[in-house]
């Protein structure tokens, strides 16, 4: 709370539209060129397979959100490890890491309903209790609890540290849904790309369609991720102005008690 | 196309869902900037 007394004497005036900065907006734009790009290679030029056909177009949404969510919990539990093991502790990565989960929650629950569309229509069946499909969606229930977390009550720093051992062990989740389909029978299909020889069997358009959204998905990840952590810094000066400002105003309500009972 | 109902709808969800969280994260950044001084913004 010492950093917020002098954050009080500022009475600044605020001119600012929201989070956005130029770099923000350069990213954004970029953004929806690389989405409009994503659009046009995986619903047009992209062929279609010849065992999936037409279905195969899902894989250009499908995997790169999965991925982007992997690196979103991987940033997570770099901002966990850097806030519980730097001498600083900088609320800084505090905010990095719980606004990457959230981010990368986004992503998982979309790779779940696209995987599920994509899973009727090669399967049969939405849903199977799969390898792959149970943990990934165990990784969707685990980030959701440490998002609860995050919301308890507390200081700033206690939301920091139980939430940082959360994002440190949540993490150790992704390599077991990565390999669940080499580690268990399952329905779904091995890794195309990130498998464990270097040898990718993919048609070549198909292959660039899938970097493109890849690289459309990224995008968007550093732009959400911009935007959050900015109103996630906002959020707390906000609340620990609230809590200064009560503060003051209980002890302004106790002063003139405390002199009346000495007048007494 | 083939099962171009699933195919559209994945995508459509996927840019809907995005776009809503895009939408949301700028528009409370808008409400809270109003309310914290310009010096507090490390982005400025």
Redesign the interface.
């Known amino acids: 709370m010492t950093t917020t007394d002098s ?1 009080l004497e ?12 130029r770099g ?1 907006r350069i990213l954004g734009i970029t953004t929806i060129i690389a ?1 409009g790009w994503l ?1 046009a290679f ?2 047009g030029f992209s062929p279609e397979d010849r065992d999936q ?3 195969v ?2 894989l250009y ?2 995997v790169p ?1 999965i991925w982007i969510a992997y690196l979103a919990f991987v940033v997570t539990a770099i901002g966990s490890a850097m806030y519980l093991f730097t001498k600083k502790k900088s609320l800084g990565w505090d905010r990095l890491a719980g606004a990457s989960a959230e ?1 990368g929650t ?1 992503f998982v ?2 790779t779940l ?2 995987g599920a ?2 899973g ?2 090669t399967w049969g069946v939405f849903w199977q209790w799969d390898a792959r499909l149970t943990t990934t969606a165990l990784l969707f229930v685990t980030y959701i609890g440490y998002l609860a977390v995050r919301q308890l009550g507390g200081t700033h720093e206690q939301r920091a540290r139980r939430s940082a051992v959360i994002g440190l062990l949540a993490v150790l989740e992704i390599p077991l849904v990565h390999w669940s389909v080499r580690l268990w029978r399952s329905l779904h299909q091995e890794a195309t790309v990130l498998g464990t020889d270097a040898d990718v069997n993919m048609d070549g358009l198909m292959l660039f369609s899938l970097f493109v959204g890849v690289v459309a998905f990224t995008l ?1 990840y550093v ?2 991720l ?3 952590t ?2 996630m ?3 707390d ?2 609340d620990d102005r609230g809590l200064d400002e009560a503060l003051e105003a209980r002890r302004a309500e106790g002063e003139p008690v405390a002199r009346g009972d000495g007048a007494n | ?4 109902g ?6 459509l ?3 809907a ?2 776009g809503l ?2 939408w949301r ?2 528009r ?3 409400r ?13």
Do not use: N
């Not at chain 1, 500022?10 to 900065?21: L, R």
């Not at chain 2, 196309?1 to 171009?4: G, I, L, P």
């Open positions: 954050k500022t009475t600044g005036v605020s001119t600012s539209a929201g989070t956005g900065s923000s989405m659009v995986g619903l056909r037409e279905a177009r899902l949404v499908h959100t981010i986004i629950a979309v309903v696209v569309l994509w009727r229509l968007l732009w959400l911009m935007h959050r900015r109103g810094a906002m959020e000066y906000l | 196309m083939e099962d171009a699933f195919i559209f709808g994945s995508y969800l996927t840019f869902a995005v969280v895009a994260y700028v409370s950044g808008r809270l900037a109003r309310r914290v001084p310009d010096e507090e913004k490390y982005w400025l």
